[in-house]
Nanobody, 124 residues
């Protein structure tokens, strides 16, 4: 079982940057793909980016070129560097994974346990 604690959110003006961190407990972190998800007010939770066990990354189209996901297995931590933030990026951001998934991550509806997330608010 791996549990995640997200941090690094805050209030930023459009065009600004934030770096989110996701600290994980548990011994299976390094063999999992890890995803960053977000949920905006009144909207469904969506996958933003993920990084595989081997370090391959994947992004949703709306954040390509602006967000960068990375991982430090020695620290059991995944990061999300967010640049050129826009008001539509406003959401609570979560990280999550599922044991046995090393190359990709499940869709949000296939994950049962979530952390508290970290709120990102982008003002126009």
């Amino acid at each position: 079982q791996v549990q995640f604690v997200e941090s690094g959110g805050g209030l930023v003006q459009a065009g600004g940057s934030l770096r989110l961190s996701c600290a994980a407990s548990g011994s299976t972190f390094s063999v999992r793909a890890i995803g960053w998800y977000r949920q905006a007010p009144g909207k469904q939770r969506e996958l933003v980016a993920f990084i595989s066990r081997s370090g391959t990354t994947n992004y949703r189209d709306s954040v390509k070129g602006r967000f960068t996901i990375s991982r430090d297995n020695a620290k059991n931590t995944v990061y999300l560097q967010m640049n050129s933030l826009q008001p539509e990026d406003t959401a609570v951001y979560y990280c999550n994974s599922k044991f046995g998934w090393s190359n990709t991550v499940p869709p949000p509806y296939d994950l049962d346990s979530w952390g508290t997330g970290t709120l990102v608010t982008v003002s126009s």
